[in-house]
Structure formats: structure tokens, C-alpha cells
Nanobody, 126 residues
């Protein structure tokens, strides 16, 4: 059984940083596409960042230069380093995994991701 468990969310002041982690189990972690999505109250789920099996990374325009996605295949763990956080980054953040090779034209398509974590809340507020 595939399991994705996120951690690292919390309350942070604007300009602060957080690092989210996603521990994966039950499948070959190093293949496919891994991504982070978020959903704010009253808004649709949106892609934040993704990384494919070659290590290529993709980001939403709203987080470019502030967020960094990475993975540790040995630990089966996906990370999202979030810097210079803004109130508009407040959302429930989800880790997702898909058995496809993601690229610039597909990484943000939530339908392609077959496995999801339960989410971790990020609140950016003073």
C-alpha cells in the first residue's frame, strides 16, 4: 500500500521559512513524478512544485525564487523548502505521487497523480 505522510507545517510570520517533508512508502519512490499542491479556503487545489525522476524541477510562477523542491531517494522523502513566505501562501499543502514522467506541460495536473498525503497546514500571519 502506498502511503505519503506530510509534516513540517505550522504558523510562521511573513518573511519566515518552513520546510515541509513527505515520507513515502509502499512503492519505488525514485521513479515517476513527485509534487506539492496546495489548497486555500474557497480556492481550487493548485500545483506548487514538482520533481521528476531525472531531478528536473518545476514551479508555479507565484513561488519561483522562494520555494525549492528536492528529494532524498535513499530516505524516500520529498521536501519543500519555503522561504520569504507571504500571507497568500497560507493553505493546506499536499504531497502527491504519480507514475508518470512529469514535464513542464504536465506537472501541475492533479488528475495525473494517483497518490496523495493527508496534507499539512501552513499559516502565514503576523
Amino acid at each position: 500500500e502506498v502511503q505519503l505522510v506530510e509534516s513540517g507545517g505550522g504558523l510562521v510570520q511573513p518573511g519566515g521559512s518552513l520546510r515541509l517533508s513527505c515520507a513515502a512508502s509502499g512503492y519505488t519512490y525514485s521513479s515517476g513524478c513527485m509534487g506539492w499542491f496546495r489548497q486555500a479556503p474557497g480556492k481550487e487545489r493548485e500545483g506548487v512544485a514538482a520533481i521528476n525522476s531525472l531531478g528536473n524541477t518545476y514551479y508555479a510562477d507565484s513561488v519561483k525564487g522562494r520555494f525549492t523542491i528536492s528529494k532524498d531517494n535513499a530516505k524516500n522523502t520529498l521536501y519543500l523548502q519555503m522561504n520569504s513566505l507571504k500571507p497568500e501562501d497560507t493553505a493546506l499543502y499536499y504531497c502527491a505521487s504519480g507514475s508518470f514522467f512529469c514535464s513542464g506541460g504536465s506537472w501541475y495536473n492533479a488528475v495525473l497523480f494517483g497518490y496523495w498525503g493527508q496534507g499539512t497546514q501552513v499559516i502565514v500571519s503576523s
